[in-house]
């Protein structure tokens, strides 16, 4: 490493408490985070309001079935989305089986592989085979060009992801899917309170769907809502959530329950009320890591194109794997300190059962897919975590890059042991 530039990475995190190589975690020292700091620690909104809706509901006593808060919370995600309908479910992969049955599709469904795992499951749940398409390596959502080519007279549908909350071109597909006669869902669990050329997340396609998920950006502790401008359906996704009931006694086809309850949506409407509080955090957070991560050799932020709103609940960076350390060596270097950063979507859903023995050629036709999942880091961020600690996890960094060959020694010595 050249001289000139290691004091002064050493200096940048003098007050990080660590300024000598020794000092890091995995050399013996002390993590830098007594608490693990995690990706998607839940965003916690105003208690006060939470506890005042749980209070009103516990005197009313509807706990479930359709309740007044559930129909708020429906109608605020219609007015912030700007979508006609909204179904609230119980969890996203709920939401999206529940879609894909309503859609009707069955055969094969084109969809990511850099997803995370409940996309594919709820084709694979019905019996529907997911057909692997690779990503675009610039924004990491499926690439159009090779949807076209994964389709077959088999083919009843594509589910498009919107990964980090990026819009998984829209457009395209929606042109795509009109010219073959195709079903067209959104995962968009990353994506609520994001916009696509001006327009809300939500307005695609046939349906899309958000998940509550307690670590995601809005949550409902567990939950989900599947959005769309399609009436019809979004009766018939009413109608399936309650296990096919249309009246007291009449049953008309097959449904499950998928119903949120009414405390998820309490949380969820006390969640919305801070929603801007916690954009707004998440974006210090995201210009705190790329002030102090710019620069750094072999580093790179996912970078979100300008003039769209982006609730920018992960910090993604792509590490070059001939950059001073790799991607799983920060990781472990970080885990030790007590930055819990998570390689989402390592290593792929082919790489996962039941799909790597069902296709186990996949990974040769997802080349920027197994790129990818080699690169990408998620860093902590969230209303749990302040920018000093930012600072303090990018000083950490910056110090292992003065001395990469040292590092990488002491973890290999670390697994022999
Ligand atoms: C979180 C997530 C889901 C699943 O949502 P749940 O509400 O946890 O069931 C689906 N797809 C993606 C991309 C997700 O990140």
């Not at 599947?226 to 979004?234: G, R």
Request: with cysteine; charged share 20%.
């Amino acid at each position: 490493m050249s001289s000139g530039l290691v004091p002064s990475l050493k200096q940048s995190c003098g007050s990080a408490g660590k300024s000598a190589i020794n000092d890091l975690a995995i050399f013996g020292g002390t993590p830098a985070f007594p608490q693990p700091l995690h990706v998607g620690r839940p965003n916690i909104g105003n208690r006060a309001e939470l506890a005042r809706r749980i209070e009103d509901i516990l005197d009313s006593a509807w706990l479930t079935n359709n309740g007044p808060y559930v129909q708020e919370f429906e109608r605020r995600i219609c007015e912030l989305t700007g979508v006609a309908h909204c179904v609230c479910v119980c969890n996203g992969t709920v939401g999206l089986e529940l879609a894909i049955r309503a859609l009707g599709l069955k055969g094969e469904v084109i969809v990511p592989s850099f997803t995370f795992v409940a996309t594919p499951h709820a084709l694979q749940w019905q019996q529907i085979q997911p057909v692997f398409c690779d990503v675009d390596p610039i924004t990491h959502t499926i690439d159009p060009d090779c949807v076209e080519k994964l389709i077959t007279p088999c083919t009843t549908g594509i589910v498009g992801v919107h990964l980090w909350g990026r819009a998984a071109a829209p457009d395209r597909l929606a042109d795509i899917a009109k010219r073959h006669g195709l079903k067209l869902l959104f995962d968009a669990a990353h994506a609520f309170a994001c916009t696509y050329r001006g327009t809300g997340i939500g307005n695609f396609g046939d349906a899309e769907v958000f998940s509550f998920h307690a670590t995601k950006f809005v949550n409902c502790f567990e939950g989900g809502a599947i959005v769309t401008n399609n009436a019809e359906l979004a009766q018939r996704l009413r109608t399936m959530r309650n296990f096919g009931f249309v009246g007291y006694d009449r049953v008309d086809y097959i449904g499950t329950n998928g119903k949120m309850p009414e405390v998820s949506a309490a949380m969820g409407l006390t969640s919305l009320d801070s929603l801007d509080d916690f954009v707004a955090h998440n974006q210090r957070n995201h210009d705190a890591y790329a002030r102090h991560l710019d620069k750094l050799p072999g580093f790179q932020m996912y970078a979100f194109p300008e003039g769209d709103k982006f609730n920018l609940q992960y910090v993604i960076v792509e590490i070059d794997p001939a950059a001073a350390l790799t991607r799983d060596e920060v990781l472990e270097l970080l885990h030790a300190e007590n930055v819990l950063a998570r390689r989402y979507f390592y290593p792929g859903c082919h790489r996962m059962e039941p799909y790597r023995s069902l296709y186990p050629s996949a990974s040769q036709f997802l080349p920027h897919t197994e790129a990818l999942s080699q690169r990408v880091l998620s860093l902590p961020t969230g209303t749990a975590v302040s920018e000093e600690d930012i600072r303090r996890i990018a000083g950490l960094i910056r110090l292992a890059w003065s001395e990469p060959e040292l590092v990488r020694t002491r973890l290999a010595s670390r697994k022999k042991a």
